[in-house]
């Protein structure tokens, strides 16, 4: 199984898809970096070149993430290795 993985990555790295895939991890991941809490008042998106846009409930939750957003990037590109996210945008 682990060849298999290996596999993929050096297919994705020549091919140019890794960045890509990466970063569309983070839509997969999102509830599990904020939590529960933020992740019932949000929904992520989509992701183009590193900036990932986020809809919120409302905007007591925007302006409360608009102070979290560092943190949150921190959180993502830990998860997902490198600075793969850039930039959130909530809307």
Not at 21 to 34: G, M, R
Not at 56 to 81: A, D, H, M, T
């Amino acid at each position: 199984m682990q060849a298999l993985k290996t596999a993929i990555k050096i297919f994705l790295r020549k091919a140019g898809l890794e960045t890509g895939v990466k970063q569309n991890t983070a839509l997969l991941v999102w509830d599990e970096v904020v939590g529960e809490n933020i992740a019932e008042n949000t929904s992520p998106e989509k992701i183009e070149h590193g900036t990932l846009t986020v809809k919120v409930e409302n905007s007591s939750w925007r302006q409360e993430l608009v102070f979290k957003k560092k943190e949150i990037i921190e959180k993502l590109n830990s998860k997902l290795g490198k600075k793969t996210i850039k930039e959130i945008r909530f809307i």
